[in-house]
């Protein structure tokens, strides 16, 4: 059996470290979790991974997400064992307002493949694939990478849960809106979703659903559940894809188109949005909504636009006045941008925000 270390602080948090688990260490890991309370009712849900050199950016992600969000917050952490205390020493110096719970999670794979899991592109990143087997009394749930910056509310992305049909178990954006530049339809050697297939940065997922739906594959004619799919897909694929989990979640709703939901790119706007010139439409009329820096663009010069937000939202001070305090100098900011691309369009980057920061501040005067 596994060995657990229990450490007391505002919610549970669980330690399997590498070196004391045995061969069922990753089921296990998922039964412990099942004690855990959920009312997905009253409370979202909110997952990331966080190995390497991510503490920093995910913290400055659950700040933006606890700057606007209404209803309470739970936040599901999975890190690397030395990362833990860094996280604890930090999120627990948050002002929350009553607001937010958040519990840490080792890493952990199923013991015969877990080296293979692990390296899968970038490190620890396929961790999100095995959410619904580790997360077994969760019903709801939404995935976020660690370069993922909240400028609405986290209430309006789950809101997608209600406008789920029948057979949708998942919702996702469109990896480009321009077949021109896109990657999938130009480069892929694997079957993929839709046109240019789909960006799993920005993931919801009705995980019930997920946990009882049978997948059609092209490796069977027998569906397979999630937890036994993954594995065969990884075998079959492996040598042909370039974005590790993110290809396979392509690969399965190719074949299971009916179970996901698309919604637009203004909730996982990134850099290819705009450096080409600007293709993302809805973003244009109604400002960007979840702003990710993929390729690394929050921690250097390239895409200064992108940097800008970043930092405005990392020196911001829970507590602050937000017009003063970060509206007004990221506008700044951003006006020295305007000879980029990305720059050139800036006011995209601040018009959702602008409206965030309206509303918090007429929720809270209707609340006094």
């Not at 860094?86 to 627990?92: C, E, N, P, R, V």
């Not at 190719?254 to 080409?276: A, G, K, M, T």
């Amino acid at each position: 059996r596994c060995k657990n270390l229990s450490v007391s602080f505002w919610n549970s948090y669980w330690m399997l470290p590498s070196d004391v688990c045995g061969k069922n260490c990753f089921w296990e890991a998922a039964f412990r979790y099942d004690h855990m309370e959920t009312h997905p009712s009253e409370k979202m849900h909110l997952a990331v991974v966080a190995c390497g050199e991510r503490l920093e950016e995910t913290v400055n992600m659950l700040r933006s997400a606890i700057i606007f969000s209404i209803k309470p917050l739970q936040f599901h952490i999975f890190a690397e064992d030395q990362l833990h205390e860094s996280f604890k020493d930090i999120l627990d110096g948050f002002l929350y307002d009553g607001k937010v719970n958040y519990t840490l999670y080792p890493i952990t794979f199923p013991s015969e493949s877990a080296a293979e899991w692990k390296k899968l592109f970038k490190p620890c990143a396929s961790q999100r694939l095995f959410l619904p087997l580790i997360l077994k009394n969760v019903d709801s749930l939404l995935y976020v990478d660690t370069d993922i910056l909240f400028l609405r509310p986290v209430d309006d992305i789950w809101s997608f849960l209600g406008k789920f049909n029948s057979t949708q178990i998942a919702a996702m954006a469109p990896e480009h809106e321009e077949p021109r530049i896109g990657w999938y339809n130009r480069f892929a050697r694997h079957p993929y979703y839709g046109v240019t297939g789909i960006n799993s940065g920005v993931m919801l997922m009705n995980m019930t659903r997920i946990r009882r739906k049978y997948f059609k594959n092209d490796m069977t004619p027998v569906r397979l559940q999630w937890r036994e799919i993954l594995m065969p897909l990884l075998k079959k694929y492996k040598l042909n894809i370039t974005w590790g989990d993110q290809d396979l979640l392509n690969i399965m709703f190719f074949y299971n188109p009916e179970s996901l939901y698309v919604f637009p790119c203004q909730w996982n706007y990134r850099p290819d949005h705009c450096i080409y010139g600007s293709n993302c439409k809805e973003a244009e009329e109604e400002g960007i909504f979840i702003l990710h820096g993929n390729r690394g663009v929050y921690h250097d010069d390239k895409q200064p636009t992108f940097k800008a937000v970043y930092e405005a939202i990392k020196k911001y001070s829970f507590g602050d006045d937000l017009t003063n305090s970060l509206l007004q100098p990221l506008e700044l900011e951003l006006q020295k941008t305007m000879h980029t691309y990305c720059g050139k369009v800036y006011k995209v980057f601040i018009k959702q925000l602008t409206k965030s920061i309206r509303d918090l501040y007429n929720r809270r005067s209707k609340g006094r």
